[in-house]
């Protein structure tokens, strides 16, 4: 009856226009088209402030506060790391959706399922390399973060439970990317997470530990129960509890303000909810429209990223009977794998962890000092500096550049074609390999090739003379490279390395290894061939 009442009052057209008003103010949760088109144009709200009304009703909103101080809106205050944060796990959860469409999490599927994803899923491995840039970044973005509030001294009171919530978020994080490590089921994973682990035995008494592992694992060794376990972690009860404590840590942060500066303050007080209403900018529209416009740009070049420089690696499949020559951990746990090699497992990877994340936990107690200014701070700020570059050095003594060396035979082969990951050999590419015998001690064989296969023959050369010079069991060394065609599209590399020892006695080592045209390393890109050249130099330096 309204309705009709209304085309009669109104006629057909103004009715209308009244209608979708309507429907437009009730999705917008107050704002009506004239207000939209007000802060379209940037002008001032009217007042009262239609657009207070959001925050109150609007799901979305309803976690955000209605106006900053302008002193936090600054790019240079927080670097909006909180705001990437928490994109970030949603950017996530959207793409790991969306992968576990052509997801089994069982040995016999894990694997085919994947290379069926990069291989005949459309955009396929676009959306991985999408969903694993996206974890790595999330972990470094969230430890930033956390790095972030420590230096400005965000941690004090009133804001201890923040932080507390802040490094539960941050121990969440690394383990919802670890988990998700195994679930490639290739070498590259499988070792990693057998690894880490079997640091579960250490914890003591022995039955417990044991049993730690046992749980973790699903089995004495990983396998189905393991893959199935680290997959529910995964996708359903790490993402659950990082969300619980995601609005819990937001709650406490609109509860009590984002901190000012700390030289706009005075020692010992917290104004941040004491916003001068000269000093306000409000949530709409100029933070949201800033807010919006830095994650298009970051999810823009998160995009361009993927397409032209990052590759998500994909090893061969897990082989239980075969572990890979210079196994690593993740990287953002490169320094438990630097501890292990000076400690033993239970003070690397028990006893320092559980100090450190208690430690991280009690800073806001254990630090009485009541100012936020760096000036006052210089104990704190120096301990934090020398904690990070601790970090620093273990993550690189947990690399396999630092203590772990094979046999020189091994290694230079291990250099130019690695068993896991991409070598100078995939690099190069496949229709860089020429078909024959080539000799490290011979020049003329590398001089007749094109750049890219001479340039891999020199590192290869570079490589056996440099244990040559520091080896004294490696002497009179040259090796061969032996290139032929064993099926159309598919070309075998066999190396050979021919030495002396100290003794005169002669040594011989052989490794075969086969090459497709269709691999799925890079060979498009000259960047990347550049890097792993340098790091080769690195290695085996002139």
Same mark, same amino acid.
């Given at each position: 009856?309204?309705?009709?009442?209304?085309?009669?009052?109104?006629?057909?057209?103004?009715?209308?226009?009244?209608?979708?008003?309507? &429907?437009?103010?009730?999705?917008?949760?107050?704002?009506?088209?004239?207000?939209?088109?007000?802060?379209?144009?940037?002008?001032?709200?009217?007042?009262?402030?239609?657009?207070?009304?959001?925050?109150?009703?609007?799901?979305?909103?309803?976690?955000?506060?209605?106006?900053?101080?302008?002193? &936090?809106?600054?790019?240079?205050?927080?670097?909006?790391?909180?705001?990437?944060?928490?994109?970030?796990?949603?950017?996530?959860?959207?793409?790991?959706?969306?992968?576990?469409?052509?997801?089994?999490?069982?040995?016999?599927?894990?694997? &085919?399922?994947?290379?069926?994803?990069?291989?005949?899923?459309?955009?396929?491995?676009?959306?991985?390399?999408?969903?694993?840039?996206?974890?790595?970044?999330?972990?470094?973005?969230?430890?930033?973060?956390? @790095?972030?509030?420590?230096?400005?001294?965000?941690?004090?009171?009133?804001?201890?439970?923040?932080?507390?919530?802040?490094?539960?978020?941050?121990?969440?994080?690394?383990?919802?990317?670890?988990?998700?490590?195994?679930?490639?089921?290739?070498?590259?994973?499988?070792?990693?997470?057998?690894?880490?682990?079997?640091?579960?035995?250490?914890?003591?008494?022995?039955?417990?530990?044991?049993?730690?592992?046992?749980?973790?694992?699903?089995?004495?060794?990983?396998?189905?129960?393991?893959?199935?376990?680290?997959?529910?972690?995964? @996708?359903?009860?790490?993402?659950?509890?990082?969300?619980?404590?995601?609005? @819990?840590?937001?709650?406490?942060?609109?509860?009590?303000?984002?901190?000012?500066?700390?030289?706009?303050?005075?020692?010992?007080?917290?104004?941040?909810?004491?916003?001068?209403?000269?000093?306000?900018?409000?949530?709409?529209?100029?933070?949201?429209?800033?807010?919006?416009?830095?994650?298009?740009?970051?999810?823009?070049?998160?995009?361009?990223?993927?397409?032209?420089?990052?590759?998500?690696?994909?090893?061969?499949?897990?082989?239980?009977?075969?572990?890979?020559?210079?196994?690593?951990?993740?990287?953002?746990?490169?320094?438990?794998?630097?501890?292990?090699?000076?400690?033993?497992?239970?003070?690397?990877?028990?006893?320092?962890?559980?100090?450190?994340?208690?430690?991280?936990?009690?800073?806001?107690?254990?630090?009485?000092?009541?100012?936020?200014?760096?000036?006052?701070?210089?104990?704190?700020?120096?301990?934090?500096?020398?904690?990070?570059?601790?970090?620093?050095?273990?993550?690189?003594?947990?690399?396999?550049?630092?203590?772990?060396?094979?046999?020189?035979?091994?290694?230079?082969?291990?250099?130019?074609?690695?068993?896991?990951?991409?070598?100078?050999?995939?690099?190069?590419?496949?229709?860089?390999?020429?078909?024959?015998?080539?000799?490290?001690?011979?020049?003329?064989?590398?001089?007749?090739?094109?750049?890219?296969?001479?340039?891999?023959?020199?590192?290869?050369?570079?490589?056996?003379?440099?244990?040559?010079?520091?080896?004294?069991?490696?002497?009179?060394?040259?090796?061969?490279?032996?290139?032929?065609?064993?099926?159309?599209?598919?070309?075998?590399?066999?190396?050979?390395?021919?030495?002396?020892?100290?003794?005169?006695?002669?040594?011989?080592?052989?490794?075969?290894?086969?090459?497709?045209?269709?691999?799925?390393?890079?060979?498009?890109?000259?960047?990347?061939?550049?890097?792993?050249?340098?790091?080769?130099?690195?290695?085996?330096?002139?």
């Amino acid at each position: 009856m309204s309705v009709m009442q209304d085309i009669r009052e109104k006629g057909v057209i103004g009715a209308t226009a009244a209608a979708l008003e309507d &429907v437009f103010t009730r999705v917008t949760a107050g704002i009506s088209p004239g207000e939209f088109r007000k802060m379209l144009r940037g002008e001032p709200a009217g007042r009262p402030n239609p657009r207070l009304k959001p925050h109150s009703e609007a799901f979305l909103l309803h976690i955000k506060p209605t106006y900053y101080h302008e002193s &936090v809106t600054k790019w240079n205050h927080t670097f909006r790391l909180g705001l990437l944060s928490t994109y970030l796990f949603f950017f996530e959860l959207i793409t790991g959706l969306l992968l576990m469409i052509w997801y089994a999490p069982s040995p016999e599927r894990a694997y &085919v399922d994947m290379i069926r994803l990069l291989s005949n899923v459309p955009f396929g491995q676009f959306l991985r390399d999408l969903h694993r840039l996206g974890a790595e970044a999330m972990v470094a973005i969230v430890t930033l973060h956390m @790095v972030r509030t420590y230096l400005t001294g965000s941690y004090k009171a009133p804001r201890q439970f923040t932080w507390f919530t802040g490094v539960i978020l941050l121990v969440l994080t690394l383990f919802l990317s670890f988990s998700g490590y195994l679930l490639p089921w290739d070498q590259l994973a499988f070792w990693a997470v057998t690894i880490g682990t079997s640091m579960a035995e250490a914890v003591p008494p022995a039955v417990v530990g044991e049993t730690v592992n046992l749980l973790a694992r699903g089995a004495p060794e990983i396998g189905a129960n393991g893959l199935l376990r680290f997959y529910l972690l995964h @996708v359903i009860f790490l993402p659950l509890l990082l969300i619980l404590f995601f609005f @819990v840590h937001y709650y406490k942060v609109v509860h009590f303000g984002i901190s000012l500066p700390a030289d706009e303050e005075e020692v010992g007080e917290d104004t941040a909810n004491r916003v001068p209403a000269d000093k306000r900018v409000y949530f709409l529209p100029d933070v949201l429209v800033d807010e919006l416009s830095f994650l298009t740009a970051f999810t823009t070049l998160s995009i361009f990223l993927t397409v032209f420089f990052f590759q998500a690696p994909l090893e061969n499949i897990a082989n239980p009977q075969s572990t890979p020559l210079h196994t690593v951990a993740p990287w953002y746990f490169y320094w438990l794998q630097g501890l292990l090699k000076v400690a033993d497992k239970f003070i690397a990877g028990v006893l320092v962890p559980g100090v450190l994340l208690v430690l991280l936990m009690a800073i806001p107690y254990l630090d009485m000092n009541p100012s936020r200014r760096a000036r006052d701070r210089r104990v704190a700020i120096v301990s934090g500096i020398v904690a990070g570059v601790l970090m620093i050095i273990l993550s690189w003594m947990g690399t396999p550049e630092y203590a772990v060396k094979g046999a020189p035979s091994v290694e230079v082969v291990q250099e130019i074609m690695p068993e896991e990951g991409a070598g100078l050999i995939h690099e190069v590419g496949y229709a860089h390999l020429p078909l024959g015998v080539f000799r490290t001690d011979m020049e003329y064989a590398i001089e007749q090739e094109d750049e890219h296969f001479a340039e891999l023959m020199h590192h290869f050369r570079d490589g056996v003379r440099y244990y040559e010079e520091t080896d004294p069991d490696f002497n009179a060394a040259y090796a061969v490279l032996n290139i032929t065609q064993d099926q159309p599209g598919l070309k075998r590399l066999r190396w050979e390395v021919y030495w002396y020892n100290a003794e005169g006695i002669p040594g011989y080592f052989e490794r075969k290894f086969w090459l497709h045209e269709d691999s799925l390393y890079w060979e498009e890109y000259g960047w990347k061939r550049e890097f792993v050249k340098y790091l080769s130099d690195l290695r085996f330096p002139n």
